[in-house]
């Protein structure tokens, strides 16, 4: 089944820490984002990426970190820099004409 | 800056009756997505609608599209409990380019269909 994956489900994180979220797609689709949402609001977003080895920040960009090796996968580093990292991460991916945008099921971020 | 605004936020309406959410946003666009989310998940595409006058149904949901009043609309026919959700509308931002774009999301429509 073709489809997006994201793990862990759950992440418990102490203050300084750094941590990563997974993000794979075999979708076979260019585009890939990283949104974040906080309770009763919209999705923001944090980094998308067009094509490997190049990405773009989104409205929230700070205190987050993003690579692009292969076109399947898209990790998000929450760094020690953002202050208020508590929130659900969403990735997606979308073909390139129609931008529909498809969803993982989400990682839940909780800092200590 | 694009701002999408839902209204209302939060609807309880009783099975079988009719309702409608609205979606209206800043600037120019011409592509306007509808998803919904069930509480705790992520979520799952409901719409793309790619130009004024698009409609689009799928079962008791019908979404429509009018750019020139920057405007869509969800209409919900003859509620049924199963449609109990959040449904957020989300505009990407007309830049006359293909491929990887932002979309902008409204604050989502919490939706509460009672028995």
């Known amino acids: 089944d073709g489809g997006i994956t994201q793990s862990p489900k759950y992440l418990f994180r102490k203050e300084g820490q750094n941590v990563t979220l997974s993000c794979e797609q075999n979708?076979?689709?260019?585009?890939m984002y990283w949104y974040r949402q906080d309770p009763g609001q919209g999705l923001r977003l944090i980094y998308y990426?067009?094509?490997?080895?190049?990405?773009q920040k989104g409205d929230i960009a700070e205190g987050y970190s993003v690579s692009r090796e292969k076109k399947e996968s898209f990790p998000l580093t929450v760094t020690s820099a953002q202050k208020n990292p508590t929130a659900f991460y969403l990735c997606?991916?979308?073909?390139?004409?129609?931008?529909?945008?498809?969803f993982g099921p989400g990682t839940r971020l909780t800092v200590l | 800056e694009l701002k999408v605004e839902q209204n209302p936020l939060f609807l309880s309406m009783q099975e079988g009756k009719n309702y409608t959410i609205y979606c209206n946003y800043s600037?120019?666009?011409?592509?306007l997505y509808w998803y919904r989310q069930d509480p705790g998940k992520s979520l799952e595409s409901l719409f793309v609608?790619?130009?004024?006058?698009a409609v689009k149904q799928e079962g008791r949901l019908m979404a429509s599209l009018d750019t020139k009043a920057r405007l869509s609309t969800l209409h919900i026919t003859a509620a049924v409990h199963d449609l109990s959700a959040t449904y957020f509308c989300?505009?990407?931002?007309?830049?006359?380019?293909?491929?990887?774009?932002?979309?902008?999301f409204g604050q989502g429509t919490r939706l509460t269909i009672n028995p």
């Open positions: 997606a991916s979308s073909n390139s004409y129609y931008n529909e945008q498809f």
């Open positions: 979708l076979n689709h260019d585009a």
């Open positions: 990426s067009q094509i490997v080895n190049d990405f």
């Open positions: 600037t120019t666009s011409d592509r």
């Open positions: 609608l790619l130009s004024n006058g």
């Open positions: 989300a505009v990407t931002p007309l830049s006359g380019i293909q491929g990887a774009q932002k979309l902008v």
